[in-house]
């Protein structure tokens, strides 16, 4: 019964992630969501007795796309302070 | 496009997937596929206890070989797709301390990779993970010095040869005679211990190499393009 | 639990969706398509879970004997592994697009991006 | 011989092999590349041999597990075949890109050669996972390779790109993950058997894996981001995009289709004909060529969707036709994508600049050609099969959906087409040749023949085919750098020993027609000797109208008169475009031409259902919707005719034509759509057959067609035109007369073909002649030339009196024998029209005479040269045989007369001597033209007599009121001359089947500009699209 509850509990939180993930302001706050919905999302593995997808999940789903997210809104944010410096 | 339209879109896909979930009865017992992995019989044909393990590397190889190529063109392409992208590159240098303590975590960091995957016909993780773990080191290292230019070089050699050496073992039990990608080119080996399992530890070490190397290969491309000012 | 856990898959399927078909920055698109991902992941595995499994890991707790009773379903486990990565590989290019993108036209907006049409 | 798994060893290693490469050495890397490519293609042709051969097929287990337990591979026939070809398009592609693929560096030549391999696996995998993964590696290297030539449209192409194949990866992936729930499997032969579709999640499952499929076909209408890659990407992705993906992703689909069950062909049908009807449609309005092709390309795919569900009802032929409809399109849509690489024109208009290169012109042609299903091309036979086996099984709605799709392909194709030919191309730059983008587009150009060939001989039917006049075509093709002198001695040798050998094995019917034909050809012929240098190209399209046309004759099976019925259309399309400003008529042509084609082609298959056979003989009472039946087979040989209504073409092809051309499209040609309408008749039962109404209203056209030809001809101020025009009313006299279904209206109809034939190449070829020698068609800017060209003069006396059917030449006879026809018929009204056009006929062809050559002389024209001795020959042969017939007409007559009682034996005329004798009266042909022409010498005497001293008028007795008038034509006395006339009768005259014409058209094009809307450019609105067509289609088919 635990496990329910904790589920419920799971699916309502990953469900608020992604809703700040689509509408948060900032791109910086919905990117950061957007990765720890990965991680809920590997908790949930782990509930679900899939250790390996949950590790992959983590490294992978969550990690190493969010780090190329910001790498990308780094790059696109210096172009536009490039942009202004011109202007 | 009208946000309603939108709605009415999502709600008529919703309804058409809810016979999926609707007829959807959970699982008391394993589907006949899995049964036959997890009978005793194959189980020890193969000899790992991780079965994830044993299907991703042996009994659906040919998967792996290709979500390893999927990497790997993503790689590639995205190394020829930014190759423009190079203004100037001025990084912000960062603090001594985080430097030096980059450069004593990054070889453990590594390590922690290569146990994954080496051990990952015997617990969980695996080569993905390994692989990604390695990758994160280089980040690290990246983040620590951002001007140092990474051995490109060394990264693109590391995922040709570990690359090569999985199509070579994969090809080779085509050759011997067992099937492509057999793991038992290799002795199975006693079960539970680190050399079992035939080449399934073998593959997966070159999974990982390469995984890390293709993940570095593109963190690095994208930092590449990075400036600070 | 794997039916809640179905539901919630499929829910997180649609506001990625949602995200794609409504939000005009392309990053948010992007984030979009990571939401969808993950929903679907976590479909795969729900459909993986046997009541009362434990992990397809032969350690000390299960033996090889009764493997076929206790564990739960690997095959979908092994699917989402390989689907993962791929995901991440197709996240990885979309995003360096996104980057090229907004070089172009130094905007992120899709509706700026309609030089192709008809 | 090497397990086919190697081709992924190979194409892997390879690939990652290229990381060792040096940066710099690109060109180890392409060649390397090139090489793999070429390994794979080399495993998979040996298999492929060996399958033909009859070896069995491979199965590769993976792992040391038989499936389902692991993944497999196979290797049969279908997946050697496909893959082979892969490899070959990859290795040709390969080629092609060569030096793109370098300057983009190694990392994309890796991506390259992984996008080959990934196509292969795609084809052999039968593990639907496995299969997921290999698409994502293909749509990974597609996005990559989008970008190979990097511009703003390309990356925003590869965006949408990712995005679409994105949602679609997922939902493929969603309902794969849910069959495995359902089967317990991941294996395709294994999901095959159980049959998951019974449980209502299992079918939405299923559905999911189809219809995922479908949008990678990029179906219409959610194809929006398959159109901006065929449109940004570098050509030579297009190519591969077009062949090689679409060829595998099809097959997936048939794989797929299998394992889904049959109650989802329909699904699969009703998708393809949407897509296939619809983004043709929208491309009516394309004006970028490579756009173009993309629509063209899901249109092809979208028939062989619909090929794929009519799998269980084709049976056997499934897999020869969808392959003959594969392969043109393989070939074909390559080569056009690489065709454009090489131009490197976007605009449809500017590809004029094409034809700066000749040899590039027949390049497209042959693909254009191929694309629409013309002979010797594989599509062709393809086509043929599917249509007749669809209506053989009662399918005929499809039919007609899938020809309508076909002819609005063929619209945009040859517009397309028209302006390389004619189109302004002096302001275009012109391009340059690269050796490795020409090898690839010729190595398709002649695999698409050879092909053809083979596919020709697979059937029995298609075996009997004659090639010999088709490599006559070749040959004549192959010498084309030869002066005229030589080329045109050879085709008339060749047609002669043809005729020669040909002339014993037919009945009379066929002779006269055999005879028309190609004596008629060879006559024309002659008249080529006038032209200097080396005509380019004239010749092998010349001879293509005539194999064509005696194709048509010797026709034992309707598959031979279809063939040749098109190698006829084909050869004369090229010939009427070659003329200036032929540009829109050409293309009007062509158009007409294909429709009814089409429609004989839908009614063959009428007259083939339940009969299992194709000989001939089958038109002789069609049991299969009869009426509908010979009403289409009247209709697409009336479109040769140029019946009213379908007329449109015929004035401006005939008029705009070469001199030597006009005669031989207008004298002899038009005779093949008599030939047709001849044998249709017989067809359904000569004098007693059993549908009134046809031939009733078949004869009011004929006489509506008269009249409205004679009376347009009227109006005519070029001379060719008039005679173009001319025709359509002499055709339509020939139609009537055969309507009347007697023997005297037949024979009348007869005597008309060989008379029509006589006059028309003589008027034509002199009038020819003299534009050729004063440089225009407008008849008020000649006169006086019966000073400086009698000969000419007096040919055209004699083509007019004979046209005219006055006495004593042979006109007389056709027209003595219609009014007793006529009579015996009971057809009085339309015997009235046709009086009356005959009385009209007069107005035009007095002015031949009048205005050409009588009258002043021009300034300009006072040193012009009797026309060539080369158009006199033919013509003075062609007025020796208009003397025979006038003065002994029992000659043709009689023997004329013994034919049509064959199948008209009723109400023959008795012969005495010389004397015609029929129910209401008689008529002695030597001795009415001797009487005339005595008669006509007496009044010539006495009136040169009475004239002796009259003043002649010199060119300055005209006088002005001292002003000089703006436009001096109209001063001629001939200009306009009908002024009067045209003011009483311009009700009668407007063009209103033009403006019908007209009308469709604009509608078609209107559609297609509302319809194309859809494609906003937002890459979101496409995902819209995909998710609407997922929803529609499941809640409309599977829901509703």
């Known amino acids: 019964m635990s496990f329910l509850i904790i589920t419920v509990l799971l699916g309502a939180v990953m469900l608020a992630m992604a809703f700040i993930a689509i509408y948060h302001k900032k791109l910086i706050v919905a990117v950061i969501a957007t990765g720890a919905l990965g991680l809920f999302a590997s908790i949930l593995y782990l509930l679900l007795a899939a250790p390996d997808v949950a590790m992959t999940e983590a490294a992978i789903g969550s990690g190493l796309t969010t780090i190329i997210f910001f790498y990308v809104l780094n790059r696109i944010r210096t172009d536009a302070k490039e942009e202004e410096n011109e202007a | 496009m009208n946000k309603l339209f939108i709605l009415i879109i999502i709600v008529a896909l919703g309804s058409m997937l809810y016979p999926l979930v609707s007829s959807f009865d959970g699982n008391s017992e394993l589907s006949s596929l899995a049964q036959f992995y997890a009978q005793p019989d194959n189980i020890s044909k193969v000899n790992s206890p991780n079965l994830v393990t044993a299907i991703v590397v042996t009994y659906r190889g040919l998967d792996t070989m290709g979500e390893v190529t999927i990497l790997f063109l993503t790689a590639a392409i995205i190394a020829f797709f930014l190759k423009k992208g190079g203004t100037t590159r001025t990084l912000r240098l960062n603090s001594e301390i985080f430097k030096t303590s980059a450069k004593l975590l990054v070889p453990i960091i590594v390590m922690l990779g290569v146990y994954i995957f080496i051990n990952g016909h015997l617990s969980p993780g695996g080569g993905f993970q390994g692989g990604a773990v390695i990758a994160s080191a280089v980040i690290l290292m990246l983040l620590a010095s951002p001007n140092t230019k990474l051995k490109h070089n060394f990264f693109e050699a590391l995922e040709s040869t570990s690359g090569l050496v999985f199509v070579g073992l994969a090809a080779l039990g085509a050759l011997l005679g067992l099937g492509y990608l057999d793991n038992a080119i290799l002795p199975l080996g006693e079960f539970g211990k680190l050399f079992s399992a035939g080449a399934i530890p073998v593959i997966y070490s070159f999974v990982g190499l390469k995984v890390g190397a293709e993940l570095s290969n593109i963190l690095n491309k994208f930092q590449s393009v990075q400036s600070d000012k | 639990m794997e039916y809640i856990t179905l539901i919630t898959g499929f829910l997180i399927i649609l506001a990625g969706l949602w995200a794609i078909m409504t939000r005009k920055n392309i990053i948010r698109i992007i984030i979009g398509f990571v939401i969808f991902d993950t929903g679907l992941h976590i479909v795969m595995v729900s459909i993986a879970y046997v009541r009362g499994g434990t992990a397809p890991i032969l350690d000390g707790s299960v033996s090889i004997a009764d493997a076929a009773q206790k564990i739960v379903d690997p095959v979908p486990q092994a699917l989402v592994l390989t689907a993962i990565v791929i995901g991440l590989g197709v996240t990885a290019l979309m995003l360096a697009y996104a980057m090229k993108l907004h070089q172009e036209k130094k905007s992120l907006n899709i509706e700026s991006f309609k030089d192709l049409k008809w | 011989m090497i397990s086919p798994i190697h081709i992924l060893t190979i194409g892997l290693g390879g690939a990652f092999a290229l990381g060792f490469v040096p940066k710099k050495a690109k060109d180890v890397a392409a060649i390397i590349m090139l090489f793999a490519i070429a390994f794979m293609g080399a495993i998979s042709g040996s298999w492929l041999l060996s399958l033909i051969n009859g070896g069995s097929a491979e199965q590769i287990f993976t792992a040391g597990f038989r499936p389902p337990y692991s993944i497999n591979l196979l290797m049969g026939l279908n997946e050697a075949f496909l893959s082979t070809a892969i490899n070959v398009i990859g290795l040709l592609g390969g080629i092609y890109l060569y030096k793109s ?253 094409i034809r700066k290169k000749p040899l590039f012109l027949f390049l497209m042609g042959t693909f254009i050609f191929a694309l629409i299903g013309f002979p010797p091309f594989p599509s062709f036979f393809a086509k043929w099969t599917l249509v007749m086996d669809l209506i053989n099984t009662g399918n005929l709605p499809w039919v007609v959906a899938i020809l309508f799709g076909s002819m609005m392909e063929a619209v945009y194709l040859f517009r397309w087409f028209g302006y390389a030919i004619k189109g302004e191309n002096e302001n275009i730059e012109d391009f340059k040749i690269e050796l490795h983008k020409i090898i690839p587009v010729g190595i398709v150009v002649v695999s698409l023949y050879v092909v053809g060939y083979f596919t020709a001989q697979h059937t029995e039917v298609g075996a009997a085919i004659n090639w010999i006049p088709l490599l006559f075509v070749a040959a004549i093709f192959v010498l084309d750098f030869l002066p005229v002198f030589v080329k045109n001695t050879i085709a008339i040798i060749g047609m002669a020993l043809y005729f020669y050998n040909i002339y014993p094995d037919l009945d009379n019917l066929r002779l006269i027609f055999e005879a028309i034909f190609l004596v008629g050809g060879i006559l024309t012929l002659i008249a080529g000797y006038a032209y200097k240098g080396k005509r380019t190209g004239f010749y092998p399209v010349a001879l293509l109208m005539y194999a064509g046309l ?43 031409s294909i429709g009814g084609a089409y429609a004989l082609l839908t009614a063959l298959g009428m007259a083939y259902a339940g009969q299992g056979t194709f000989s001939m003989d089958i038109i002789n009472g069609i049991t299969y919707l009869p009426y509908w039946a010979y009403g289409l087979l009247i209709v697409g040989f009336l479109t040769k005719t140029a019946a009213l209504g379908l007329h449109i073409w015929l004035p401006g092809a005939h008029g705009e ?50 009249l409205s030809g004679n009376l347009m001809a009227v109006f005519q101020e070029d001379a060719k035109r008039l ?54 068609h407008n008849m008020y800017e000649m006169g006086g030339l019966i000073k400086r060209m009698p000969l000419a003069f007096l040919a055209v006396m004699i083509g007019i009196i004979a046209l005219s059917g006055v006495p004593p030449l042979s006109g007389f006879a056709g027209k003595w024998l219609f009014y007793n026809a006529i009579l015996e018929k009971g057809w009085y009204f339309q015997g009235a029209i046709m009086f009356f056009s005959g009385g009209i006929a007069f107005l035009y062809l007095w002015r031949l005479i009048h205005t050409v050559f009588l009258g002043q002389l021009k300034d300009n024209h006072r040193n012009v040269k009797e026309i060539s001795i080369w158009f006199l020959i033919p013509i003075y042969t062609l007025i020796t045989g208009i003397m025979v017939y006038s003065f ?13 009682a064959q199948y008209f034996p009723d109400g023959q005329l008795s012969w005495v001597g010389d004397t015609a004798i029929s129910k209401y009266g008689h008529w002695a042909g030597t001795w009415v033209a001797v009487t005339v022409i005595g008669a006509f ?27 000089r008038p703006e436009r001096p034509e109209t001063t001629h006395v001939a200009y306009n001359v009908f002024e009067g006339l045209y003011k009483a009768m311009w009700p009668a005259t407007i063009p209103l089947v033009e403006a019908w014409w007209n009308r469709v058209t604009d509608f078609l094009h209107d559609t297609a500009d509302i319809a194309r809307r859809i494609y906003s450019g937002n890459g979101q609105i496409y995902i819209v699209h995909i998710v609407l067509f997922i929803i529609v289609t499941y809640f409309v088919i599977i829901g509703g």
């Open chain 4, 657 to 706: 034509a070469e001199s030597d051309v006009s005669p031989m499209v207008s004298a002899i040609l038009l005779k093949a759509g008599v030939f047709g309408v001849v044998l249709t008749l017989i067809g359904m039962g000569g004098p007693n057959n059993e549908y009134t109404w046809l031939p009733y209203a078949l004869g009011w056209l004929g006489a509506i067609t008269a």
């Open chain 4, 101 to 353: 693929l370098k300057s983009a560096g190694n990392h994309a030549i890796m991506v390259f050669l992984i996008f080959i391999m990934g196509l292969n696996i795609i084809v052999m995998t039968r593990d639907i996972f496995n299969l997921f993964v290999f698409m994502e590696i293909v749509s990974i290297a597609t996005a990559g390779l989008v970008i190979l030539t990097e511009t703003g449209k390309s990356i925003q192409a590869g965006f949408k790109y990712m995005m679409a194949t994105g949602i679609i990866a997922g939902i493929f992936l969603l309902g794969i993950i849910f069959a495995y729930y359902y089967s317990g499997t991941l294996n395709i032969d294994g999901l095959t058997s159980a049959n998951i579709g019974l449980a209502k999640g299992g079918s939405v499952a299923l559905f999911l894996i189809l219809v995922s499929i479908i949008l990678e076909l990029k179906s219409f209408p959610a194809n929006g981001w398959g159109l901006d890659v065929y449109e940004a990407a570098n050509p030579g992705i297009g190519a591969m995009l077009s062949s090689a993906t679409a060829t595998a992703m099809y097959f997936v689909m048939y794989k797929i289709l299998e394992m889904a069950g049959p109650q989802w062909n329909y699904y699969i049908s009703l998708v393809g004909v949407v897509s296939f009807v619809g983004s043709n449609l929208v491309a009516l309005k394309q004006k970028n060529s490579q756009r173009m092709l993309g629509y063209s390309s899901i249109g092809q795919v979208g028939l062989l969707m619909i090929i794929l569900g009519f799998k269980d009802i084709l049976g056997d032929n499934t897999s020869y036709i969808a392959f003959g409809i594969l392969i043109s399109h393989y070939f074909a849509k390559a080569g056009l994508f690489w065709l454009a690489g090489i131009v490197k024109q976007k605009g449809i208009k500017e590809w004029a600049v």
């Open chain 4, 550 to 592: 005696t194709a048509i004759i010797e026709a034992q099976t309707t598959l031979q008169f279809f063939f040749g019925w098109e190698l006829m259309t084909a050869g004369s399309y090229f010939l009427i475009i070659r003329g200036k400003r032929s540009m829109p008529h050409g293309l009007s042509y062509m158009l007409f």
């Open chain 4, 888 to 900: 002994k007409p029992q000659w043709v007559l009689q023997p004329l007369g013994d034919m049509i």
């Open chain 4, 937 to 963: 010498l007496i009044v010539l005497a006495l009136l040169m007599l009475s004239t002796r001293k009259a003043h002649k008028l010199k060119q300055f007795d005209i006088t002005y009121s001292g002003e």
């Open chain 4, 723 to 776: 005679l173009a025009y001319s025709s359509i009313g002499q055709l339509g006299y020939i139609v009537l007369g055969l309507a009347m279904m007697s023997h005297l209206g037949w024979l009348g109809g007869f005597s008309y073909v060989i008379n029509h034939f006589l006059y028309k190449a003589v008027l034509f070829l002199t009038i020819g002649a003299v534009v050729l020698r004063v440089g225009t």
